[in-house]
């Protein structure tokens, strides 16, 4: 048998003697192979690998004759000539890059046991095996890309890095930094800018005494990058750099080598259908050939391929593919330990792009999203690097094409993919296909009794046996049928099988693809009346993958009880599911409506449905604003028109608890902003996205806050719209506050300013001033925050407006507070609690009892504080409002380490610490692990309290904050000296 070598120059060996081709074409065909191996490489890919997009007439005859001589090289067994190609076959032990992954897949199972001397020498033989670039001396006369050439190079170089890395760390576990050096030098001269390699030289370069050279390091990687990306390096960088200027005695040892990032096994696979029929041989078979063991050794030898198994099923839209692909994954989910990933690539309205599945999908193996690279074809590389040596089940349903799934298909011999798709994908290697059909008629009777019972269908037997045969026998339709049938148990089963006898209510099921989909469809739609018929084109029209229950109330002009009940007709028909609380339709039957509508030659009718659905909307979100009351304020209500038919009671039923409300509904609500943006509807856009403001800000929904917003933002920009424009530049310079990205906080303010004065918008003035005063307070800068905060209350004070009065009163407290100057904060804060508390504004009150309570705190009235924070803490948890919560949690605990009630500290700190994570508080978790460091210090509990620091040290480096920095390294002094 012959053996290869690609990590490096292209070797072959036969029998010890070295038989590497020397003609340029036949090592680019080899090599196209090798990167193939085990997996089918069409003849169109190996005619554009060779000669790009013109091949000669001649072309095929002579990849024949170069597959001929290889095989007089390598034996005739080597090469499998296949259906639209060649395979070759190669046992894992005779190519070095499975060698390759197989040891370095060994010796990190050594590592993460514990068997550091083991891992590093099994690490040593794995990369000896390297000689160079992959492939060095081979290069492709044609396109590539055409082979999948570059991408297996990337793959292969990118674990190669990674395997380097990893033994660099189990080296320092073993204190061999000197050793290291030569190598760590060549790896960081060949890749520059990756900043953990340059990390670990310098590492070693200080721990083996040569400090001056570990700084030069830094200082040329810092050049190159601000040379080659204009950035400044990464905060890992710079932090080591820092802790190498401050000779920070923890550097000096080493320290254990950290474990590859864990991550609990995927679980994503869809629950399996309750009402699984038929099929079962067919689910076993699939089952066998997902599960089968990877080959190996002499299965290997015996021509098994050493990749993954791919099952492609394909059928007609309705055919039951999605069912049973779960089902099948179901059956076989045992077998893959390390997990199952699941995604719908939507192949039937917008596919989903491959990176964004590969950026999930390297998300639930357990990669930190900053190691996500960019780039396809390097997730593509990163993603088969992380399946290498598990074995995993990749689902992926619903696929657009062969190209949407190549990146997507793991290497891992152990991993095994099922595809669901409308179309065969004859392009895929290596596939199993199955086509899927329509059921027998006793399948199609037995999905019948699931959906209307034994007795029913023993009763009526002959008729449902009528109602499956003129249903085409397709598992769409059939579930259609039981679910009308279902609906309406008065029906006798004859009386839907003689609906459904005439011709031109039958499915064209013989047909494939859309076309089969198109008839079914277009049999239920014509069973619609006219006013259904309407409803489902408008569901279609408007675009929207999830819509609420009232939603055909406003598309079709109507009361909300007729809506929902012309509604539920269309999810009796199966042409809309119910979805807790909304409706969805499926996007093949949105597609098909959205096709209805516009051959309906009214393309004012869509925008105008779209609209009054936005208007409804915008009804039941100007109510929520009113009842949650306080927090973020719109300033105006805006000019779009309201859409509603509630009488008041439907709306206090919908409205009762306006934050729960808005939780339920918070996609449907992004997505409505996006599409109104979308279509041009401006005004009712940016007046939704406006007054959303509060409820993001509320709940912390900080993401989409920022995709409402700047959605709607473009639409104004797009459109001039300089009022919208103002309010939404306001409303992201709210949301950076909430960040504390002060720099892009006033940013948004100051354009929004300039914006309102033009406007003449005072209440627009006094909002972007306060907001100003408080980043300004922020930043520490007294002067320009009492500045503005004081031009804020001036106008505020014109207009009457006691809300921003109070809001204002709260800045220049808070202000004062920072600037030291204890007496006017008080009386700011007491006037401001006034305001809030006669305008029943809890959150106002909430907020403004924290810093009151920190004013007396810090003149010793320490019950009053501590009666004011519970009273916010209380508050907070009324509304729902993590981020306060935790702040005022935060204060008890210190007020409570300040009076001795240590225990009491500890357990409102650990939740004060809790609370920030959860809503990326980042300056708030700091201060509260300094605090929890500070308590477990005073119960003498010294290794928790440095747990604590360390973290806290580590948020303030990220976030510059200097003076909570130098309270927590006073602290951990003291619990070294401890």
Not at 86 to 96: E, G, I, N
Not at 528 to 555: I, K, N
């Amino acid at each position: 048998m012959a053996s290869f070598a690609i990590l490096g120059p292209l070797e072959v060996t036969v029998a010890g003697r070295t038989v590497t081709p020397r003609s340029g074409r036949q090592r680019a065909l080899l090599a196209v192979l090798l990167v193939n191996a085990g997996r089918d490489t069409g003849l169109g890919q190996i005619l554009g690998a060779l000669w790009g997009d013109a091949p000669p007439d001649t072309a095929v005859g002579q990849v024949q004759t170069l597959i001929w001589r290889l095989r007089g090289v390598l034996g005739d067994d080597a090469i499998a000539t296949r259906p639209g190609g060649y395979r070759l076959t190669v046992a894992d032990a005779d190519l070095d890059a499975r060698v390759f992954a197989a040891g370095a897949a060994e010796a990190a199972a050594l590592a993460r046991s514990g068997r550091a001397a083991e891992a590093a020498r099994r690490y040593g033989e794995a990369l000896a095996l390297w000689r160079g670039p992959v492939l060095a001396d081979v290069r492709l006369p044609g396109d590539p890309q055409a082979a999948g050439f570059p991408a297996a190079v990337a793959e292969l170089t990118e674990l190669r890095l990674a395997v380097e890395r990893d033994r660099v760390d189990v080296e320092f576990a073993l204190g061999r930094h000197a050793e290291l050096i030569p190598a760590l030098h060549r790896m960081v001269d060949a890749e520059p800018l990756r900043e953990e390699l340059r990390e670990r030289l310098m590492l070693a370069l200080h721990r083996t005494g040569r400090r001056a050279e570990a700084l030069e390091t830094y200082r040329r990687g810092r050049a190159a990058t601000v040379a080659e990306l204009g950035l400044e390096p990464g905060r890992g960088l710079r932090e080591l750099h820092r802790r190498i200027l401050d000779g920070d005695p923890l550097l000096d040892a080493a320290e254990p080598a950290p474990a590859p990032p864990t991550a609990p096994p995927a679980a994503q696979l869809p629950m399996d259908a309750a009402d699984f029929v038929g099929r079962h041989d067919l689910a076993a078979r699939l089952a066998a050939l997902l599960a089968a063991p990877p080959a190996d050794g002499p299965a290997a030898d015996a021509g098994q391929p050493a990749a993954p198994p791919v099952v492609v099923v394909s059928g007609a839209a309705g055919s039951g593919k999605t069912t049973l692909a779960v089902h099948v994954a179901h059956l076989v989910r045992d077998r893959f330990g390390d997990g199952q990933l699941f995604v719908d690539l939507r192949g039937g309205g917008e596919p989903h792009d491959p990176s964004t599945v590969l950026g999930r999908f390297l998300h639930a193996l357990g990669e930190d999203p900053r190691a996500v690279p960019a780039d396809t074809d390097e997730r593509a590389a990163l993603f088969r690097a992380r399946t290498a040596g598990r074995r995993l089940l990749v689902v992926l349903d619903n696929a657009a094409g062969e190209n949407q799934l190549r990146p997507l298909l793991p290497a891992e011999p152990g991993c095994a993919v099922l595809v669901t798709a409308r179309r065969r994908l004859t392009a895929l290697p290596g596939a199993h296909h199955v086509d899927l059909g329509v059921f027998a008629a006793d399948e199609a009777v037995d999905l019948l009794r699931h959906a209307i019972g034994d007795g029913r269908v023993a009763a009526e037997h002959a008729d449902c046996l009528r109602v499956a045969e003129r249903c085409g026998y397709l598992p769409l339709a059939i579930r259609i049928a039981g679910a009308r049938l279902a609906a309406r148990p008065h029906w006798p089963v004859a009386k839907l099988a003689g609906q459904l006898a005439d011709e031109r209510a039958r499915l064209d099921v013989l047909r494939t693809g859309d076309l089969a989909v198109r008839s079914s469809l277009a049999t239920s739609y014509h069973e619609l009346d006219p006013t259904e018929r309407r409803l489902l084109r408008l569901l279609g029209g408007v675009d929207l993958p999830r819509v609420p229950g009232w939603a055909a109330a406003a598309l079709l002009d109507r009361s909300p009880a007729e809506g929902e009940e012309l509604t539920e007709r269309l999810v009796e028909a199966r042409l809309v599911d119910a979805d807790g609380g909304g409706y969805r339709l499926h996007d093949l039957v949105r597609a098909y409506a959205r096709e209805l509508l516009d051959a309906d030659g009214a393309p004012g009718e869509r925008t105008a449905a779209l609209g009054r659905l936005t208007g409804g909307w915008l009804t039941l979100a100007d109510e929520a604003y009113r009842r949650t009351g306080g927090g973020f304020r719109r300033g105006v209500a805006g000019a779009a028109p309201r859409w509603s038919r509630w009488t008041a009671a439907e709306r206090d039923a919908v409205l009762g608890d306006p934050v729960a409300w808005f939780e339920a509904s918070r996609g449907m609500l992004v997505g409505t902003v996006r599409r109104a943006a979308a279509a041009g509807l401006v005004e009712p856009a940016w007046n939704l996205a406006n007054t959303l403001g509060r409820l993001f800000e509320l709940r912390e929904h900080l993401d989409d806050w920022a995709g409402a917003t700047t959605a709607a933002l473009d639409a104004c920009v797009a459109a001039d719209a300089d009022a919208g424009r103002a309010w939404l530049l306001r409303s992201l310079g709210e949301r950076h506050l909430n960040l504390d990205r002060l720099d892009d906080a006033l940013a948004c303010f100051d354009a929004a300013l300039a914006r309102f004065e033009r406007l003449g918008e005072r209440r627009g003035q006094a909002l972007a001033l306060r907001a100003a005063g408080t980043a300004y307070r922020l930043q520490r800068r007294d002067a320009e925050a009492m500045a503005a905060l004081s031009r804020a209350k001036a106008i505020t004070v014109e207009l009457g407006d006691r809300a921003g009065q109070a809001q204002v009163l709260f800045g220049v407290g808070a202000a004062h507070r920072v600037a030291g100057r204890p007496g006017p904060a008080e009386a700011a804060f007491r006037q401001a609690l006034a305001i809030f508390g006669e305008l029943g504004d809890r959150f106002g009150e909430a907020y403004t009892s924290t810093s009151l309570a920190l004013v007396l705190g810090g003149r010793g009235a320490d019950a009053d504080a501590e009666a004011l924070l519970a009273r916010a803490l209380g508050l907070c948890r009324e509304l729902g409002y993590r981020r306060g919560e935790a702040i005022s949690l935060g204060h008890l605990g210190e007020l409570h380490l300040r009076t001795g009630a240590h225990e009491r500290a500890v357990a409102e700190l650990t939740e004060a610490v809790a609370g920030a994570r959860e809503v990326g508080d980042g300056i708030g978790e700091l201060i509260a692990l300094r605090r929890l460091g500070a308590a477990y210090l005073a119960l003498g509990r010294l290794p928790a309290a440095r747990s604590a620091l360390r973290y806290c040290l580590a948020l303030c480096r990220e976030h510059g904050e200097d003076g909570e920095r130098e309270r927590a390294l006073r602290l951990l002094g003291e619990v070294r000296a401890g």
